[in-house]
C-alpha cells in the first residue's frame, strides 16, 4: 500500500485490527463532517494540499507533513475542509474500538457501529435518536 496512491481504509486492506488508517481526497469546496469519536484517538496526517482543520479550539489552514493529533472525546472534535483550488489528500490514522460511537454536534446525531473488526462477524451501523 501508499500513501501517496492508495486511498480508503488502507489500515483494512493491510489486516490491521488494533489500529486503522483511511486515506481521504477533497475536491476544491469539499469538507468532512464535523465529529468527534468517544473510544477511538485520531492523528491526522497531511499529504498534499492545504486543508483548513477545524476543531474546538477555532480553525487552522495545515501544509503538506503538518500533522494534528485528535483526541478522544469532545475535545477531539474536528473537520477538514478544502477551501482551495486544489486537491487535498489527508491521511488519518487511529486507533481501533469496536463498538465505537461517533458524535456529530453540527447535526445532533449520533453513530454506533459494531463487529467491524471481528473477523466473521456481521457489522451493524445505526444512528441514536437523542432523547426529547
Not at 12 to 25: I, K
Not at 26 to 45: C, F, K, N, R
Amino acid at each position: 500500500m501508499n500513501l501517496f496512491a492508495d486511498s480508503g481504509r488502507i489500515g483494512d486492506a493491510l489486516g490491521a485490527v488494533g489500529w486503522g488508517c483511511t486515506v481521504y481526497e477533497l475536491a476544491p469546496g469539499e469538507a468532512s463532517v464535523y465529529h468527534w469519536h468517544v473510544g477511538e484517538e485520531e492523528m491526522l496526517l497531511v499529504l498534499a494540499g492545504h486543508p483548513t482543520l477545524r476543531t474546538p479550539e477555532g480553525e487552522s489552514r495545515l501544509e503538506p507533513w503538518d500533522l494534528a493529533l485528535l483526541p478522544r472525546g469532545e475535545e477531539g472534535a474536528h473537520q477538514i475542509r478544502n477551501d482551495t483550488g486544489e486537491a487535498v489528500r489527508a491521511a488519518f490514522f487511529s486507533t481501533s474500538s469496536d463498538p465505537e460511537v461517533v458524535v456529530y454536534p453540527d447535526e445532533q446525531r449520533i453513530g454506533v457501529v459494531a463487529g467491524r473488526t471481528r473477523p466473521g462477524a456481521r457489522t451493524i451501523r445505526g444512528w441514536v435518536q437523542e432523547p426529547s
